[in-house]
């Protein structure tokens, strides 16, 4: 869909992907469940 809405010009599909994707990032980081560690401190 990403490359699509690229190829094709459809900076509104960009700008609501873009959007969408900001807001889960902003959670994540409200909610302390980022962490700089490799795979996020994972273990496997």
């Not at 900001?22 to 795979?39: C, M, N, T």
Request: zero cysteines.
């Amino acid at each position: 869909a990403l490359q699509r809405a690229i190829r094709y010009g459809k900076g509104d599909e960009l700008e609501a992907l873009f959007t969408r994707t900001r807001d889960i990032r902003r959670s994540i980081v409200e909610q302390g469940q980022d962490d700089d560690a490799p795979d996020f401190g994972r273990k496997h």
